[in-house]
């Protein structure tokens, strides 16, 4: 693959490297924990339609009661949780044009690391952590050097169930287009 791609870096107009920085809103799948965290994604233009990236993301998220009460064990129920998902992944963009409102869609693989902490009334706070393979397919569009994104990690964990969608909002330094 990378061999068929060096001939078209030739014909690339856009400076070669860039840095994705911003903050993504975002939804826990299962549990209703509201999201807010800061992105940073450095990348290199291979031509003008495809990037090559790698993304370093930190969500941090709190949440009462984050599991229902079950009258059966009433220890394990009504959990307060606090914790946080660091994840870093090898990513890749396809860009449909080369204009100023530039339309992609892209996917990254990596690994996402994820720690929680849980208490009620009834227990002491006990924690978990844990690394896991994921994946996050995403679509958006470029405004200039401005990026808008939604995004959705697939965390492939037994011990955790904490996918989630993000609405991403950054912008980016570097990479623009070349004035001969």
Known sequence: MLLMTLPLAAQ???RPFKMDVGFLLGEANEHSIGLIAPYLEPKYNINNHFTLGMRVEYVFYR???FIDYNPEDP???DLDAVGWTFSSLLTADYYFNDHYIRPFVGI???VYYMYINKE???IPSFSENGLAFGYAPRVGFNI???RFACEYNFINSHEFTLDYLS???GFEIGGGKKWF
Do not use: M, P, R, V
Request: proline share 0%.
């Open 12 to 14: 690339n107009e856009y």
């Open 144 to 146: 200039g050097q401005f």
């Open 167 to 169: 609405l991403k909002i």
């Open 75 to 77: 220890y394990l129920t």
């Open 63 to 65: 949440k009462d009661e």
């Open 120 to 122: 009620n009334n009834y």
């Open 108 to 110: 990254g693989a990596g």
